[in-house]
């Protein structure tokens, strides 16, 4: 199974749009920057056909060790949560999404 990164992705954009490599890379790594953050803000961010990307957080709550069964505190924090919508869903099942049906 093949990643995508920001190289492919760059590559990508130069050939459908046809700006310059570093043209498309620093359009790249503008998107990517914004997302970032407004994620780090606290904003939501819907692609729409894609998902929403989303922060939410999390309270302190003890945990166990498995190996040792100790009682170890975690601590508060923010986690990013990705929620798909249903047409991602559709293609990543090999299914044909439904008109009306993307979040």
Partial sequence: MATVTRA???E???SAVGLSRNESAALLEAVLGR???ALEHGESLKISGFGTFSV???G???GRNPKTGIEVPILA???LV???SQSLRARVNGLEPSL???E
């Fill in 8 to 10: 492919h992705l760059a």
């Fill in 12 to 14: 990508k954009i130069y």
């Fill in 35 to 37: 997302m970032a953050t």
């Fill in 56 to 58: 939410r957080q999390k």
């Fill in 60 to 62: 302190r709550r003890i």
């Fill in 77 to 79: 924090r923010r986690v």
């Fill in 82 to 84: 990705f929620r798909p």
């Fill in 100 to 102: 009306g049906e993307d």
